[in-house]
């Protein structure tokens, strides 16, 4: 095709010009009558979004603020006694002067302070022999910890145990072995449950975890789990 001339070629660039400026004069237009036509419930969604935006904030700054602050006081409270070893004052629970791990889960359950109350009230409780309340309480603890989280299924598994539910004890401490990344907290836990599960005569489980714990954990170890691995035989 021969090429057009420099005013054809003016010319044409003109007209693509032109109808480039059109085209966006109708989507102009089209946006505007958009606007015009929607403009009442675009300002409802628009005002409901600015509106949640601040909400969130305002809770955030007035609600949360205050109360994790209040959380975190009567917390270290409660830790204060436990460091003097005054368990009963650290667990507390009896009334709102010595709100205690307990009363401090109660009020602020929702908050992180709240739920880490929770796991310390729960040990305290197994501590005094409360075994279920015990469960109950480490029941309600939450961590993105993954090794406390570990902790929290290792210490339930105890509980279960002082209620004569080893069966159930196991299965906690197969949770605590995997919750952690932590090599030592997992080597700890894959052993409690191949000594549970040795005792519940489950020699195949109790095998699998002394196994385990021969092939990554040896350092831990010193060569006990070769000794176990033996017992799952005869015992």
Known sequence: MAKLGKSAQNEQEGKETV?????????????????????????????????AVLGFFAYKQFVIAPKNAEAVKSFLSAQKSLTEGKDKDALGGKSAANPGFVGTYNEYSSTKIGKLSSYNAGLLKFKEGKFQEAYDLLDQFSS???????????????????????????????????ASDDPYTAYYFTRK?????????????????????????????????????EMTKYY
Not at 206 to 225: P, R
């Open 19 to 51: 109808e480039f400026f059109k085209d966006l004069d109708r989507e102009a237009l089209n946006t505007e009558r958009f606007v015009e036509k929607y403009s009442k419930p675009l300002g409802f969604v628009f005002g409901a979004l600015i509106l």
């Open 144 to 178: 993105d910890n993954k090794t406390l989280v570990a902790m929290k299924f290792g210490a339930m598994a105890d509980a279960k145990s002082g209620l004569n539910k080893n069966d159930e004890a196991l299965a906690l401490l197969d949770k605590a072995a995997t």
């Open 193 to 229: 449950a191949g000594i549970v599960a040795l005792g519940l005569k489950k020699n195949a489980e109790a095998k699998k975890y002394f196994s385990a714990i021969d092939e990554k954990y040896q350092d831990y170890d010193n060569g006990m789990s070769d000794s176990y691995i």
